[in-house]
């Protein structure tokens, strides 16, 4: 009897650990690390990320955010070209090797505001996040739970989004003792094992915000590498 009590004991604790955290705690746990002053609301900074593929030669970029001033600005350079975008509000501008490009040029090249505003989303959500899962339409599922990803245990969330916001499945992994974000993972048909993960290895605190420092992506079906972002202030 005595044993059976001990084994009841272990099993409900263990359930309790698994199910200490509800979805919205752990977003506001994480977000508690990763930006502990709530500076992201308000950032205006800069960012260096340099983009290193095994197919392409680097690129790197030079990114721009000012949220308050709803503005994004993003210079990018692989090989001979550069490339600029610059989103104002409503404004969008384009350079191409220091130039207004032409309508020729722009479409040899596509060029277009259409995807300015596909990097500022782009841009604006990765570097945001955990903080960004606060945003409208995003829904937190209320369960977490304790997963072992590549031989380490994670606290993990599934987060996916109304319709009008986007069509994804993201799960995120947190360290489990001091709630930093260390993977996220997204799957268009998670039936199909289709979509990709990120590996988030070491830190850079820009303005008081604990940006992951380097992300490496791979396919979910095979673990194909795609290549790493490595992040700097300069």
């Given amino acids: 009897m005595k044993k059976l009590i001990t084994v009841l004991f272990l099993a409900f604790a263990f359930q309790g650990v698994s199910q200490e955290l509800t979805g919205e705690q752990l ?4 977000i508690e690390y990763h930006d502990p002053n709530g500076n992201w609301n308000t950032f205006n900074g800069e960012l260096f990320v340099s983009m290193k593929t095994p197919k392409s030669g680097e690129r790197k970029s030079q990114i721009k955010i000012n949220l308050p001033q709803e503005y994004f600005y993003v210079k990018a350079s692989r090989g001979e070209n550069t490339t600029e975008y610059t989103v104002e509000k409503e404004n969008c501008t384009i350079g191409f090797n220091g130039e ?7 479409k040899e090249n596509k060029l277009s505001c259409e995807r300015a505003n596909m990097y500022k989303n782009y841009y604006t959500y ?4 955990p903080m960004k899962l606060k945003d409208n339409g995003t829904i937190i599922h209320p369960k977490t739970e304790r997963k072992t990803f590549k031989g380490k245990e994670y606290l993990v969330l599934k987060v996916s989004y109304e319709k009008e916001v986007g069509k994804d499945t ?3 992994y947190f360290n489990p003792k001091n709630y930093g974000m260390e993977i996220y993972q997204f799957f268009k048909d998670e039936s199909k094992n289709d979509g990709e993960y990120i590996l988030l290895t070491e830190e850079e605190t820009i303005n008081d915000i604990k940006f992951p420092k380097n992300r490496a992506w791979y396919y979910n079906k095979d673990d194909g590498y795609l290549g790493t972002d490595f992040l700097s202030k300069k």
């Fill in 100 to 106: 207004t490009p032409s309508e020729e040029i722009k």
């Fill in 27 to 30: 977003v506001e746990k994480a």
């Fill in 126 to 129: 990765l570097y945001g996040l």
């Fill in 170 to 172: 993201w799960y995120f």
